[in-house]
């Protein structure tokens, strides 16, 4: 950011979106803190890591579209207790929800790269991508770059806060996915019982 100014700012977000563990709620607030110090203005803090963004989010999206619903929905179904009703759901809820995905998976932790994925897979219309992402994109980096040119030099205290919410998020991931396991494998169990009673009636 000090060398290349907004467009370093940018091309940190782009790379998180492609690489998840580079936080950018650690990136956006010490690009606010240095919009603070002069080295680029908070306007171009916020354009160019929205740039990044939205560039981020098209090469998933590509990499959806590349791989298609059909090799997604094999591969899907590959996974052990994955069904595949369970893909054709799924696909269902994105066509009636995407675009509300899209917008507010841009500001959630985890699920803000990924949900560029499926919009990829089920080619979602791409105009329609790109202003959701870019409107929750802009909200959210906005707070966070706004936070760090807030607070200076302490900047950093944000990650505290935004660690604590990834942790949240997180937790709900994990608890949904131990409800999905465990009501799947009680109706596996439950399968073999009901055709044997059948049987000997």
């Not at 467009?7 to 010490?30: M, Q, T």
């Not at 791989?67 to 066509?95: C, N, Q, Y």
């Not at 604590?164 to 998020?169: C, D, G, I, M, P």
Request: glycine share 10%.
């Amino acid at each position: 950011m000090e060398r290349i100014g907004g467009p370093g700012a940018g091309l940190a977000i782009f790379l998180e979106n492609l690489f998840p563990p580079v936080p950018s709620e650690v990136v956006l607030p010490l690009a606010g803190f240095s919009a603070r110090l002069g080295h680029f203005s908070l306007v171009e803090a916020v354009v160019w890591t929205t740039i990044g963004s939205i560039l981020g989010a098209w090469c998933l999206y590509g990499l959806g579209a590349w791989l298609g619903h059909d090799r997604m929905r094999e591969l899907a179904s590959s996974i052990p207790l994955i069904e595949v009703d369970d893909i054709d759901k799924t696909t269902a809820w994105f066509a009636r929800h995407g675009t509300k995905a899209v917008f507010f998976g841009r500001m959630v932790p985890l699920f803000r790269s990924f949900i560029s994925l499926p919009a990829g897979t089920e080619r979602m219309n791409f105009a329609s991508f790109t202003l959701f992402t870019l409107l929750g994109s802009l909200i959210w980096n906005c707070a966070f770059i706004g936070a760090g040119y807030a607070l200076g030099a302490n900047w950093h205290v944000v990650e505290p806060y935004s660690a604590a919410l990834q942790y949240v998020v997180s937790a709900v991931v994990v608890l949904v996915v131990v409800r999905f396991v465990l009501r799947r494998l009680r109706r596996r169990n439950d399968s073999p019982r009901s055709v044997g009673s059948h049987r000997q009636s």
